[in-house]
């Protein structure tokens, strides 16, 4: 597969519009800049409000005929995107080490995965249906009435991924409303923007028809409000930080919304865990992808009776972590950013101030943050509330499960935790009372698999995801009356 048609000369990437690869008419580019060295990556186009306007036209007027074929040819068009997606897989897992930072292995990883959801969404478009009820089952109507409800397409769809997933993330909001009938306008995260744009390439090669994947570029502050709340946007699938999906839930009008946000994660560890396993899950679960991750380990809730021992466990784990360049597979990379690196440099001194033990880290070159794990966290430190996307790991030593449950309860995120115990009737009570999305029983929190529903409440999101369940938030129900008499 030739990638060439989507840059010029350089490093200057363009949009993808009606099933062209356009630059802006501004000649403004946004650049792209390596988060290791700040080596220019590439730019892409930033693109103007009335630009956008052409992108949510061309989505609209292609999206009317895409609904109309059938849903078997819808799915065979994404396998057939997922198909090139793997072959081309070391070219796009290069650009994102590049990009992101992300190393080789984890790279390749998003990508195949990025590919396994998209077969599995493809099947999975063929059996959402609808029913058919009849009116005797309601009290007064005998058997007059019977009701044909199908599943119908949104409309059009702005999809809004971060830096960190840019492939996955990107892909599990455009597969499931392409195989729904809808065309979509893809909002790639600024830095991330070359990696989305290869994969909307993807969808090109695999013969999408022009205008029902359109890719805009360009920086948020510029054309982000003007594409959330255009009136032909019909559903918007968005995930960032939880500032910005409470903006968008304010300006979107009365569209539905898939909001996924940040997180506050909890790992509570019981006297009688398993630590030795507990420990593998907890380092994993913090540092993959230095911790910027939203269902990333956030923080510890241990009981004292086990909190020494676990520390003992858990910290020689944290020291084999290879700290460096995502090019030599490093499990610790450069964060996205400097000011990313200065926020999570904010916290580490804020908990040493107030006194926290630091165990290990608050080491930092540039934006390269050391793996940092504090003990005896209290309430009263930012640490213990506020999300570092970063690799800092608080251990808050809890008294009884109690405490531990009032103190995850008490943020303002609910996306995750997790209940390290070897009684499982304590893990399902404990479970019962955590206001979160989802609870991870002996395990690290953590996305998927894939059809495993996904879910945020409070400050972590709004709706559901997972393949059958963003499929049928990006369709609504649709009922004809037949009147027998």
Known sequence: MDFKCIFKEGKVYKALLNGEWVESKSAKTESIFSP??????????????EEADLFVKSASNAQKKWATVPVNERADLVHKAADILYKEKEIVADILVEEIAKNKKSSLSEVTRTVDFMHFTAEEGKRVVGESLSSDAFPGFGKGKVSIVSRVPLGVVLAISPFNYPVNLSASKIAPALVAGNAVVFKPPTQGSISGLYLAQVFCEAGLPAGVLNAITGQGRDIGDYLVSHSGINMIAFTGSSKVGKHISKIAGMIPLLLELGGKDAAIVLEDADLESTSKEIVSGAFSYSGQRCTAVKRVLVQDSVADKLIEILIPMVKKLKVGRPKD??????????????????????????????????KREKNLIYPTVFDNVSVDMRLAWEEPFGPVLPIMRVKNEGEAIKIANDSEYGLQSSVFTRNIDRAFEISSQLEVGTVQINSKTERGPDHFPFIGVKSSGMGTQ????????????????????
């Open 329 to 362: 597979d490093a499990d610790i990379t450069p964060l996205i950013s400097t000011s990313a690196a200065d926020y999570v440099q904010e916290l580490i001194d804020d908990a040493i101030n107030k006194k926290a033990k630091l165990l290990i880290g608050n």
């Open 36 to 49: 290791v060295d700040g080596a220019l990556v590439g730019k892409v186009q930033a693109m103007t409000k």
């Open 466 to 485: 997972g393949i059958r369940y963003s499929i049928e938030a990006m369709s609504r129900s649709k009922a004809v009356v037949i009147n027998l008499k």
